[in-house]
């Protein structure tokens, strides 16, 4: 089993940035990469940033590009977002999760486990 542990989270106003970080733990040596997702109330749980550890490939959703980078370190079981220019629509709980095979990387499905979130509020 694998387990994540996101932190990082908090409350900034528009324009601001915070980071956000993800530990992986137990049998993590099979994972195929990391990413984020966000859930806004009310919304779905969306695909926010990828990274395959194999060719470091990083894969974003169209409305966080520019903005929002992801990182991490597979030696570590770490992955990073850095999150920059953030606007109150980025207001969501953010949630680090494992991919262990090639798939889709923009569905949840795609995914095998999941970190509780942290919360990231934007205020205007």
């Known amino acids: 089993q694998v387990q994540l542990v996101e932190s990082g989270g908090g409350e900034v106003q528009a324009g601001g940035s915070l980071r956000l970080s993800c530990a992986a733990s137990?049998?993590?040596?099979?994972?195929?990469?990391m990413g984020w997702f966000r859930q806004a109330p009310g919304k779905e749980r969306a695909f926010v940033a990828v990274?395959?550890?194999?060719?470091?490939?990083?894969y974003y959703a169209d409305s966080v590009k520019g903005r929002f980078t992801i990182s991490g370190d597979n030696a570590k079981n770490m992955v990073y977002l850095q999150m920059n220019s953030l606007q109150p629509e980025d207001t969501a709980v953010y949630y680090c999760a494992v991919k262990n095979r090639v798939g889709n990387n923009y569905v949840i499905q795609s995914y095998d486990h999941w970190g509780q979130g942290t919360q990231v509020t934007v205020s205007s």
């Open positions: 990274i395959k550890w194999s060719s470091s490939n990083t």
């Open positions: 137990g049998r993590t040596f099979s994972t195929y990469g």
